[in-house]
């Protein structure tokens, strides 16, 4: 007895000093950023909403933060990687469905011309999701997904697209977590999509994924067993005033932290600012063509469909005390293979 | 120094005492219910699947657990609860839209004639919630539905209907989290509704609480303050199959338990079911007239519409291995304030 009472006070200073001494060695939780205005935002709002006692303490469970995923948390340049992966699987749709061949948008697909494909309209685009991403099981669809996200590359770091997440905005995924934040991805591409690998490449799991999604439909095989299809349907279109609509559907409390960077995540940034509190909202923007890419404000790519981020948005930021990330000046890391 | 180490070996001890103390301390975590199948069928579940080393084991962040509300939770007889309030709510709509008064279904309502409303068919229902669930921003949804829920009152008990909960669900649920499962509601009523009371009712947190569930739009006031307001357009009907979509939806997981009570679960089961390992699948079988009400198979209340338990349904359950779960056997006790 007296000896498991040793063993127990032995084990309890070993975890004191763990916990403790965990606190004492807390050092830069954002060690990828320089010092300036954004960091200082992001430590003053964590400080300000975990200080109980404080005006401006949040409870645990209200400890909401949401990210948009294309630019914020990854590269988003010259194509969102989704329809990358929607336009790679052209073939195969066509394969099964060969009268498809000679309709557009999938013969200008087949032709490889990337130069018109980057000029399709949101509808040529729908097309392809809807004719890409449905008529498979949910499982079929995973399988599928995840081989392509396993093998693909992207055209400029010949690297998966699932290591081209910012260094940065990982470590205030982690730094909102180590302070009790729930951390979801908000984004436009698609739910299931995203799911596939938000816990490995964000740590955040698949229920904590609000994005947009296509319906599906219940039905039963031969034998019986009963699965998912995906149907070309569209529930919930996580863009614009669907970001806040989404963010009431799926989690039902409002954000205390969002994250974009693109005229699409301006109503999300809208929304969590009008509660009340402490509330932080950020923008990244892309002004660093050296280390990634320039097309913020009076700057421009070619293909201004992707990550719009136009200088209304940032007068309206500046106006209402959003903060702008410069991924020039405030990230002294973008990639975590960058050293 | 010194005095520090001792101090924390102290805390160590009196921590070590805690975690293990529980463990040992550890009687019967389901006192409401009766020795039998059921009972063993949920403790053997937990079991298998929190068993490290075992071939059923489940990861912890895979450990989810899906409960319909109505019949299951708490009691949906001789209305479901969110029925009568949106019932009492129609004066309120009729006075802003005197149109209305003279137009079935809402003449009906004001005549106060309930063996008629018992038989409004469910177009005629949907009519209702949309005029009453509808045209308000969300806050104002919240603040006028919680009033409700404060000062309501269920015909027979004379009790607020938050504390008609079943005692012995309310122990699985609470057992299932000590043994890290996330435990969601998965209703066919409405998830706003429901969210407003999930956490103090049932520990259950907004955000795992899936539900028939209505669009919103994002609109700004003249103030420049943007709201959602709620719309009578369906973006997710919970029942039936749309429950295992709204799981696929909502979780993107799929449950290792589901609990429900009638056809409108059927589906959920399966689903549950048609997972690998072990599943816990139950049904909530209304067989107590004395302490609550009875109307399984061969048995029925005028309403049928609500929580219908055929024998179609009984005999999937068995043929299955479904557990059937018999108020009138296998729970000691109802509700809380039975004893």
Redesign the interface.
């Known amino acids: 007895m007296k000896r498991i ?1 040793m063993n ?10 763990l916990v ?1 001494g965990q606190a004492y060695a807390q050092t830069d939780p954002l060690p990828s950023w320089n010092d300036g205005p954004a960091k200082k935002a992001i430590i003053e709002f964590v400080k300000v909403t975990t200080d109980k006692g404080g005006p401006k303490f949040v409870p645990p ?1 209200a400890r909401i933060a949401a990210f948009d995923q294309d630019g914020t948390t990854w590269v988003e340049q010259p194509m969102y990687t989704q329809i990358v992966y929607c336009l790679e699987r052209v073939p195969v749709v066509v394969k099964a469905k060969p009268d498809l061949k000679n309709i557009e948008p999938f013969k200008t697909v087949l032709s490889g011309n990337r130069e018109a494909m980057a000029k399709f309209t949101m509808p040529d685009l729908y097309m392809i999701l809807a004719a890409t991403l449905s008529g498979m099981t ?1 499982e079929e669809f995973q399988a599928e997904a995840t081989k392509w996200l396993d093998t693909a590359r992207d055209p400029r770091w010949k690297r998966p697209y699932t290591e081209l997440t910012y260094q940065p905005m990982q470590e205030v995924l982690k730094y909102l977590r180590a302070n009790g934040y729930r951390t979801y991805i908000v984004t436009g591409g698609g ?2 999509f995203v ?1 596939l690998y938000s ?1 490995r490449v964000y740590g955040i ?3 904590q ?1 609000v994005g947009t ?1 296509g ?4 039905r039963y095989a031969k034998d019986g ?4 299809l995906k149907e070309p349907k569209m ?2 279109n996580d863009n614009d ?1 669907g970001k ?2 989404g963010i ?6 409002r954000p205390y932290a969002a994250f974009g960077n693109s005229i699409g995540d301006k ?1 999300m940034l ?2 969590t600012q ?1 509660g009340d509190g402490a509330r932080l909202m950020m923008l990244v923007h892309h002004d660093d063509d050296k280390r990634e890419y320039a097309y913020g404000p009076a700057q421009g790519l070619p293909n201004t469909r992707v990550g719009t981020f136009t200088q209304a948005l940032y007068d309206e930021a500046k106006k209402k005390g959003w903060t702008v990330i410069s991924m020039k000046n405030d990230w002294k890391t973008i990639f975590s293979f960058d050293k």
């Open positions: 009472m127990g006070m032995m084990r309890g200073a070993f975890l004191f000093l403790f469970e949910i739910q299931d799911r816990d799991p698949p229920e994924v999604a319906g599906t439909k219940y067993k009963p699965y998912l529930l919930l005033a806040p609509e009431h559907l799926m989690i039902g409390r109503q809208e929304y009008a």
